[in-house]
Each structure stands twice: as C-alpha cells, then as structure tokens.
C-alpha cells in the first residue's frame, strides 16, 4: 500500500514547511471567517415602555390614552442599567417624605388620588411604575423577584434632588403586591424607614387561594413556555367596563390568587375592574388601564408573569419574620437591649399599619390579621378596616389616607 507524502501534497519536502504552510492556510481561513461574519445584533435587555416604541412613532394624541405621562405632577424617566423608571415627585421640599409602591397590574397612577391626598396633609411624595408597568421599561433577562425590586426602590430613592435617605428617613406604603415589597425592603434597610404602612399587602396569602389553572400555568410546567406568555396574555387582559363606584366584593385582576368566582388573576370582578382610576379621570377605569398595558407594553406579560412565580406574594414569607425581629427590637426599653450600640434606627414605634377592607376578594380580611398577628405579633401591628374591595386606595384615597396620617401622628 503506497503511504501518501503530506509534504508533498502541501508542495514542501520538510516537515517544517509543513506546518507552516498549514499554519497560513489557518490564519487565512480565520481571517476570511472574521471578514465575513455577520455582525451579531446585541438585544437590548430591556423592553422599553410605550412612551418610547409606541407613542412616539404612531403620533397617538397622548392626552386620549388611559394612562396619559402627564397623568401624575412631577414627572420624570431615571435611566437606569435596568431601563428607564418613570418617577413622579411632588409636594412641599419640607415636608416629611412619603415613598408609594402599586400593585402587580395597575401602574402607579393607581395611588395618584391618595398621593394627592397626602401632599394635601403636608407631605413630600413620590410614585413610580415598577418595572414593566406603565411607563417604566421591563428588564428581560432577569428575575422578577425582591432583589429585582428592592434594587429598584433604591435607584428611585437616588434619583430624587432631595436627600431621601438622611437620618430622618421616610414614609413607606405598600399596596397589594407593593406590600409585600415594602416589606421585603425593610427588612434589609430598616434604619431607612420612617413608618411602614401597608394596605391590603400580599405576603400573607394563604397558598390554598392558588386555583387550579393558576397552578397550570404559572407553576406546573405541564405547558411548554413559548405557550405560556401569549395563554397568560388572553387570560389576564380585562374587557372594558364603564366606571361604576366600587363597593361590592371583587376579585382583583392579577393582584393575587384569591379564588371566590374563578382563579384571580382572571377575574377582576366587577368593584375593582369597573372602579374609576382616579377623581379626575372618572371616565377610566382600572380595566382599561390594564388593558391598555397588556396591548402596549411589550413587556408587561412577561413582567407579571415572573413576578407571580418569584415575588413574596404567598405565605409564608421570610421577610415577615425578620420584621418582626427588628421591631421587637424597636420597642424594647433601652436598658433591655443588648447593647449600647444596637441599632434601631427606623420604624420608631416598632408598629406597623395594616389597612384592610372588609370585602376584599384577594387579601383576606379575617385570615390576613390572624396571620399577621401570628407572624410578627399583636404589638408590632395595627389595623384599620374599611368598607369596599380590593380597589379601597384607588376609589376610597381620602380615608385611607386619614388612615394613614392617624397612624403617623397618635402618640
């Protein structure tokens, strides 16, 4: 059998031509793969919000839409590494600082009634779109967990030209799933906050409330994913209803799992979905805001979706547990604790206020004050209960805000 000469068929006689006639052959090669490459197109890692991908293109008269950018005074969009968060800040430089947090599905204009409500009492607020509502961007390759939310508390807090984070800290009120947020942030930077105020927080419910399709889609992996997203899409957008008061008991769209009449994250119910956005924009209501996300923030669907798998929505929650260790710790005389040196700056009176309305449909009045009162204790809370759904903050801003201010202010 004849042997075939390498060198010969590279046209060299010694080994060392050899490998170097290969090695050019290699270089040539890599530089023509270079050359012709296609240029790789980098994603952004974001989803940027209607104000930048719908608006702006179409000439949509912004003034027409359900959540206009002027709909809150104040306004202002923080560029972030995570995308852009739309801030709204007003109220006296003076006065005490009050920080809001909204639910899974409504964006902030949501609290504008009660934001309003609180500067009227003197109080310099601030409200923003979690990322992937309204019109703050929606990070796609990251988890929608606590650490998502917190990081982005803070971004907002450093966004403001008033010091937010001084010795005097500030006011801190959660709604539905902002509650349960609120919360998580104050566990780990309690010396920052001032009071802690929560109403009709998640982060109490009980898992048994999870109906079976909620289980299906969000939790069972029976579905492939690329089914998931456009199956919660038709499942989560409400049909427009006219703005109606709200006093009957209602399921919150997307804002828990509470099942009375269906899975709750399908079924807003007619007191929430129909509730008019605000006094000044009676015309809307909460389902057409919703609505409005789920067809124009790219990234919406994909927010609350991983927001329902990771954020502390269900019980039971760390997070609550360690509150109640900080303030035990708070209310302990100063010759009882263990130290000189033992911080407890922060939630001065080692109480927190929950406001809960009595029809709520997803947090629970009765189940959420014994398990509050089981979690972190009898003297760490205080509750007000009001009349309504789950849409109190949204149609009744004016008690929840004398609420709010009784609990500040009694000795």
Known sequence: ?????????????QPAALVSGCL????????ARILLRRPKS?????????????????????????YPPDALPGGRDVATPYGSIRVYEWGPPEGERMLFVHGISTPVVALGDL????????????????FGRGYSDAPNDLTYDSRLYITQLLLVLASSQIPWTDASGFHLVGYSLGGGLTVAFTRYFPHLVRSLCLIAPC????????????????????????LVKPLVRRRIR????????????????????????????????AG??????????????????????????????????????????????????VLSKILEARR?????????????????????????????????????????????????????????????????SASVAASIEGFLTSG
């Open 1 to 13: 059998m004849n042997r075939i000469n390498p060198g010969l068929v590279f046209g060299a006689r």
């Open 24 to 31: 050019i052959v290699a270089a040539v090669c890599m530089s």
């Open 42 to 66: 980098h994603k952004t890692p974001y989803d940027k919000s209607p104000a930048k991908t719908v608006y702006p293109l179409h000439g949509v008269d912004v003034k027409d839409l359900p």
């Open 115 to 130: 934001g309003h409500e609180m500067v009227a009492r003197g109080y310099r607020v601030m409200l923003f779109d979690l």
């Open 203 to 226: 982060g109490l419910i009980r898992p048994h409330h999870v109906g079976w399709q909620s289980w299906l889609y969000y939790n069972s992996g029976l579905i492939p994913e690329f």
């Open 238 to 269: 409400p049909n427009a209803k006219p703005a109606q008061s709200a006093s009957a008991p209602d399921i919150l769209a997307a804002e828990g799992e509470r099942v009375v009449d269906g899975d709750g994250d399908a079924n807003g119910g």
């Open 272 to 321: 929430f979905d129909g509730a008019a956005i605000s006094r000044t924009r009676p015309h809307v209501t909460v389902s057409s805001v919703v609505a409005w996300q789920v067809d124009r923030h790219p990234g919406f669907v994909m927010a609350f979706l991983s927001t329902i798998r990771n954020a502390p929505i269900y019980a039971p929650q760390e997070d609550w547990k």
């Open 332 to 396: 302990r005389p100063s010759g009882a604790r263990a130290s000189a040196t033992e911080v407890v700056a922060g939630l001065k009176k080692g109480k927190i206020l929950i406001v809960l309305a009595r029809d709520d449909g997803v947090i629970v009045m009765d189940e959420t004050i014994q398990d509050a009162h089981a979690v972190i204790g009898h003297d760490a809370v205080e509750f007000v209960v009001h009349e309504g759904g789950h849409e109190l903050p949204i149609t009744s």
